[in-house]
């Protein structure tokens, strides 16, 4: 176990935890933890024991936003150097799954991080809420247009225009979230999907991420698919098939 800068990291089974770790401040997100993040991110991208990551909050709640009393100093940058939006860059280009797993709030600077994760899967009492009108505070482009891209416009414009907080069934819906649990069934739900992550093809899932994502054209494509056939994944895939038994897939990332 790991903690540094209000981030707890534990790893198990292929499959890296990293909580906020601020339950007293609703795990408010500081500028320190805004900057650790893209750092935090690498190692675990170079990490082979690291295959799927999930985020969460500590003490039953996800996020309540970004630390307020430090606005005017993750507000200083333009849209594509600010602290939040370098931090959400490294979390949506993270090359492995990421699902966020949330309990209570996740508001503000904790939907965007949420967002920029591949999934996300809610306990039933969540609540969820985009609140840049309460401060006046205009919402990075980039995150501004992920919320549109997953909710759809007009949930994106109720968010930002009300700034109030919606049910995890109303957000799950409109597609900001992809599941919800009952709270005593998240955890179970959120691990067993990552543990059957962690047991597919990598090259796969890496793949599939930069077509989906929109990193990878044709040629990228092609170059893929060239890699799984002679890389053996493939052939490893459709022998264990035959043979009736789970694949040992081997490739990793390069």
Partial sequence: MEVTDGFELTIEEHVATL??????KRNAVTAAMWRALPGILADLAADPKVRVLVLTGAGGTFCSGADISEIHELGDKDDDTGL??????????????????????????????????????????ARFGVTPAKLGIVYPLSSTRRLAEIAGPATA??????????????????????????????????YGLAATMAGRSRLTLTAAKQIIDGRAGEAEVRAWQREARESGELAEGVRAYREGRSPGFSWDAK
């Fill in 84 to 125: 939040t939006v370098v931090a959400e860059h490294a979390l949506v280009t993270f090359a492995k799954p990421v699902i966020a797993m949330i309990e209570g709030y996740c508001v503000g600077g904790g939907c965007q991080l949420a967002l920029a994760c591949d999934l996300r899967v809610a306990a039933a009492g």
């Fill in 19 to 24: 909580t906020l770790n601020r339950p007293a």
């Fill in 157 to 190: 414009k109720l968010l930002l225009f009300s700034a109030e907080l919606i049910t995890a069934d109303h957000a799950v819906r409109t597609g900001l979230v992809d599941e919800v649990c009952p709270p005593e069934e998240l955890r179970e739900r959120v």
